[in-house]
């Protein structure tokens, strides 16, 4: 059975960093560009990264450009999402997400982790 399990949320400050990981099981993950998306309460589910699997190349939302890094180690089935410069707006539920069609669109991912809270305090 495919799992995504996401660590790594918690309480930050405002401009301080938090570094989320989320282990895969090792049928898929070499197969599949991982992505991270997250939702706040009362807002739809939004993109935030997402790396391809077989150029490795990394794409953003403009809202996290230069603040978040999203990278993946294929030898231990993790991708991780680096995230710097914290804003109150980054509260929200963070997922991870596997896929092996489009990188952007929720309804693209097949397989999702059950969550991780993130709450950056002003």
């Known amino acids: 059975q495919v799992q995504l399990v996401e660590s790594g949320g918690g309480l930050a400050q405002t401009g301080g960093s938090l570094r989320l990981s989320c282990a895969a099981s090792?049928?898929?993950?070499?197969?599949?560009?991982m992505g991270w998306f997250r939702q706040a309460p009362g807002k739809e589910r939004e993109f935030v990264a997402a790396?391809?699997?077989?150029?490795?190349?990394?794409y953003y939302a403009d809202s996290v450009k230069a603040r978040f890094t999203i990278s993946r180690d294929n030898a231990k089935n993790t991708e991780y999402l680096q995230m710097n410069s914290l804003k109150p707006e980054d509260t929200a539920v963070y997922y991870c997400?596997?896929?092996?069609?489009?990188?952007?669109?929720?309804?693209?991912?097949?397989?999702w982790g059950q969550g991780t809270q993130v709450t950056v305090s002003s």
């Open positions: 997400a596997a896929t092996r069609r489009g990188l952007v669109v929720a309804e693209s991912y097949d397989y």
């Open positions: 790396i391809r699997w077989s150029s490795g190349s990394a």
């Open positions: 090792g049928r898929i993950f070499s197969n599949y560009s």
